[in-house]
């Protein structure tokens, strides 16, 4: 009977070991998409950023727009297009580090932050429709938050790290 008072937790620590399992994977396979090899940026990647997401045609309604909204192209040397190429590096090396992290349960909260910030910004600045929110980026928030909320679980690096911590402290 002692063993069946167990099941709970191991249930809890499972849901979260595969929330940070599928969550990471979705973001992990994007950030990786990103890239050629090491610090080698897939360009067409980097175009996907500047026209499709902050520039697209036509123009999405309530989304962020840095290119030129009559000619829907950018200035040379433009703030838009440094932020648009900016933000495409950021988000190349985030969706990599943070998955990693999370799947790994090591420093997973602030990890989960960053995927739910990047997501929050995914659905309010790029895609701010309802449709886009019902499809992928629900899923992503709520997955986010479950993990901000509840922890990693057992089955996690931050855990086995708390565990010998305080074990280390007491000693």
């Not at 697209?56 to 440094?82: K, V």
Request: contains cysteine; charged residues 15%; proline residues 6%.
């Amino acid at each position: 009977m002692k063993s069946l008072s167990k099941v709970p937790e191991f249930a809890r620590d499972s849901v979260l070991l595969g929330t940070r399992l599928l969550l990471g994977q979705v973001f992990l396979a994007s950030g990786l998409s990103k890239w050629n090899a090491w610090f080698d940026f897939d360009e067409s990647k980097l175009t996907l950023f500047k026209y499709e997401f902050f520039c697209p045609d036509p123009p999405r309604e309530n989304a962020l727009q840095l290119c030129e909204a009559a000619t829907l192209s950018y200035p040379p040397d433009s703030f838009g297009l440094w932020i648009a190429e900016t933000m495409a590096y950021l988000a190349g090396v985030t969706e990599v580090v943070l998955p990693v992290l999370l799947i790994a349960g090591l420093l997973s909260r602030p990890a989960a932050m960053g995927l739910l910030g990047m997501a929050l910004f995914i659905q309010l600045a790029v895609y701010p429709s309802w449709g886009h929110f019902i499809n992928p980026a629900a899923w992503w928030l709520l997955a986010a938050g479950f993990i901000i909320v509840f922890g990693p679980g057992r089955l996690s690096a931050d855990f086995i790290i708390r565990k010998f911590w305080l074990k280390r402290k007491k000693l």
